[in-house]
Nanobody, 125 residues
């Protein structure tokens, strides 16, 4: 069992930045691919970014490529999402997810084993 707790959401103006954090409870954190998803009101949860065990491979949705950066600190059991040049359409609840696999590319919700409760990001235009 892995518990995930997100933090760092808030209200920001368009063009601004936020850094989301996700703390994982599992000591074998490095055995998990980590992902970020988001869900806006009335929409399905969508993939944002993922990172492999070492942080050497990252993957992004086209909508955030070049603006968002995913990273991880295995020593602290943490994964981060740096969000720059935020747009109103980035407004959503952001979820951290864990997939028991050290490698691979996973962008579907049903591929992930554990989820956090989410943190709200609101971008005002």
């Amino acid at each position: 069992q892995v518990q995930l707790v997100e933090s760092g959401g808030g209200l920001v103006q368009a063009g601004g930045s936020l850094r989301l954090s996700c703390a994982a409870s599992r000591r074998t954190f490095s055995m998990y691919v980590m992902g970020w998803f988001r869900q806006a009101p009335g929409k399905e949860r969508e993939f944002v970014a993922a990172i492999n065990w070492s942080g050497g491979s990252t993957y992004y949705a086209d909508s955030v490529k070049g603006r968002f950066t995913i990273s991880r600190d295995n020593a602290k059991n943490m994964v981060f999402l740096q969000m720059n040049s935020l747009k109103a359409e980035d407004t959503a609840r952001y979820y951290c997810a864990a997939k028991f696999s050290s490698t691979g590319y996973y962008s579907r919700r049903d591929e992930y084993d554990y989820w956090g409760q989410g943190t709200q990001v609101t971008v005002s235009s």
